[in-house]
Structures are given as C-alpha cells and as structure tokens.
C-alpha cells in the first residue's frame, strides 16, 4: 500500500512526473488553480543521476509535492513500467517533498490529441518529448481540479 501524503494547501506548488525509460516529461501548478504549465523534459532512468536533476528541478520549482503518474493497466492491474514507477517513488520518497501515486491510465491517449490539436506545426507536434511534458501536464490537471477554488461570485451577483 502506498503511503498518503498530507493534504495540500493553496498555493503549494506541485510538480508532476510522467515518467519514461527514455523520457521523463514535467509539469508545474499551484494548489487552488486548475491550470498546470509544461516545464519540458528530463533524461528518464532510476539512477543516481536521475534523483540528482529532480532534487535540482524540485528545489528550482519551489515545489512542495510531486506526482508520479501511475500506469496501470486498464484492468487496474500493474504492469512492468508501473513495478518501475514505484521504485523509483520509493526512491524519492527520502527527498524532502510527499511523494504520490497518481492514475494514469489513458493519459497518452488524451495527449495524443491535445498535441495533435495544439495548432502547432507537424515538427513540433512530432518533437521527441512533447507527448511526455504533455501527459504531464493532463496528469496534473487532473489531480489539481480536485483542490480547485471554488468560483465565487463577485458581490452582489450573488442569486437570490
């Protein structure tokens, strides 16, 4: 079982992790806000290395959590690559952040098409990467939406 990390506050600053053997794509948000920003790639791996740029990436952020996007498979079952996830969240698990499991089943998929209709030209779309920072991105969001701000209607506009 993996272990539940505190509950976040506004403003926290969040970095998720949609890791890769090749590639680990980055994302950035603050708890209270739904949006979450691409911060690009990272060489992917459970090594020494690997732990020493995302201790540099978590201190560069400020950040005080981080997400792994979790793939299980569409039974909910693991799969090889989510055995590696959790190593390497064990890994970090001794830096000074909580560290959280996050599904992420079909998060390519709705990659996939946000790249596609990104408006970007063909190259960019096919940039090694951008699929990475973007699955990132959606894993984030999606975990972000749950701490959201309520909207609160400015004063006066309230219903009667």
């Known amino acids: 079982?993996?272990?539940?990390?505190?509950?976040?506050?506004?403003?926290?600053?969040?970095?998720?992790?949609?890791?890769?053997?090749?590639?680990?794509?980055?994302?950035?948000?603050?708890?209270?806000?739904?949006f979450a920003f691409g911060r690009g790639t990272i060489p992917g791996g459970n090594d020494a290395a690997t732990l020493v740029r995302l201790t540099e990436l978590?201190?560069?952020?400020?950040?005080?959590?981080?997400?792994?996007?979790l793939p299980l498979r569409t039974d909910g079952r693991d799969s090889a690559q989510t055995t590696s996830v959790r190593a390497l969240a064990e890994r970090l698990r001794g830096l000074a952040v909580p560290v959280e499991l996050v599904d992420e089943r079909f998060t390519t998929q709705a990659a996939q098409r946000r790249v596609r209709g990104s408006g970007l030209p063909r190259g960019k779309r096919q940039e090694k990467g951008r699929l990475d920072e973007a699955s990132a991105v959606l894993i984030l969001e999606g975990w972000l939406t749950r701490y959201a701000r309520p909207a609160v209607p400015p004063e006066g506009d309230a219903p009667a």
């Open 1 to 34: 079982m993996d272990p539940v990390p505190p509950p976040p506050h506004p403003g926290d600053v969040v970095i998720a992790l949609d890791v890769g053997d090749a590639r680990i794509g980055v994302a950035r948000g603050e708890v209270g806000s739904p």
């Open 58 to 69: 978590l201190e560069r952020e400020r950040a005080s959590r981080l997400l792994l996007g």
